[in-house]
Each structure stands twice: as C-alpha cells, then as structure tokens.
C-alpha cells in the first residue's frame, strides 16, 4: 500500500512540532554535548550543522518556486557532498550567533513558503519529494536525541530518495 503525499497541513504541522523548537533544543545542551553532536552529524561544530540546514532552506527556497512555474531550476553542484562542501566554504566566517538567527528566518520563510504554495504543489513530481526530503527526511537526520518533541518517524517514508 502507497502511502499519501503529505499535505500542506502536514508540513506545517511537522515544522511547528519539530523545527520550531529545534534550535532551542541545541541551545539547551551543553557545550560539550552540542561538540559531540555536530561530530555525530559529520560537522566539526554546532554552527556548522545550522549553516548546513541554512543552506537546504535557501535552496529549497530557490527551487521550489521555480518548479511550481513549472520550469526547471539549475542547480550549481553535482551532489549533496559538494552541496555541503560549498555550504561549509560559504559560511567559515559567520558566527554562531547569525547563523542562528538566519535558521529562525529561513525556517519562517520556508513555513510561509508551504503556507502559500497551490494546492496541486503537494502533489508535483518535483516539489513533493523535494519538501518531503528537506523537511521531514533532513530533520530526521539531524534529530537531536534531546529533542523532547513528536518523532519525525511518525511521517513515515513517503519519499525514499536520496537525502539532503
């Protein structure tokens, strides 16, 4: 049995129970707890793994809105390693302090984002996979154990593609 897209509501629900409180969760381990998790998510700090969600947040940003005109975006890496490589590159001289507050804005904007897409969005061979991935699928991966809200396994894996 296929399980269905997610919905608008159901993005918006799983940003609200998860990457809303995402942050704060990481703000509240401690600092030898945050070193370790960013080791654990392959970063060599905290900052790191924030700036790399930074970037699938602007990409996601980017391509979506594109893919609903119905064109095709171009895209200026081969695969998520350079993705995250040119990611890494980008932000080596922002503070975490920024790079926090710009997580809070582009979450925002990719919520307002969903909020706003078509209906027929939800369904779209490109679009839909893409928001499963970089939303449900990306919080998975960088799930901090100390995250005292609803699993993101509750979503189920409706897109098993690769992951950003």
Same mark, same amino acid.
């Given at each position: ?8 509501? +159901?993005? %918006? ?54 893919? /609903?005109?119905?064109?095709? &975006? ?6 998520? +390693? /350079? ?22 804005? %582009? ?5 307002? %984002? ?5 209906? /027929? ?7 839909? &996979? ?17 995250? &005292?809200?609803?699993?993101? /396994? ?11």
């Amino acid at each position: 049995m296929t399980q269905q897209p997610m919905s608008r509501q +159901d993005y %918006l629900d799983f940003m609200s129970n998860t990457w809303d409180s995402y942050d704060a969760t990481l703000n509240g381990l401690t600092e030898a707890d945050q070193q370790r998790y960013a080791e654990e998510q392959g970063f060599e700090s905290l900052k790191d793994v924030l700036a790399h969600i930074n970037d699938w947040w602007r990409e996601t940003l980017r391509v979506v809105p594109v893919w /609903a005109r119905g064109e095709s &975006p171009e895209f200026d890496y081969e695969d998520f +390693d /350079a993705f995250k490589a040119q990611s890494l590159e980008r932000h080596a001289n922002v503070n975490l302090a920024q790079t926090q507050q710009d997580f809070e804005n %582009l979450r925002g904007q990719v919520a307002a %984002l969903v909020a706003e897409l078509p209906e /027929a969005a939800f369904s779209n061979p490109q679009i839909a &996979p893409w928001l499963y991935r970089v939303i449900v699928t990306h919080y998975r991966v960088h799930e901090p154990d100390a995250d &005292p809200q609803i699993p993101a /396994a509750k979503y189920g894996d409706v897109y098993t593609n690769d992951q950003p």
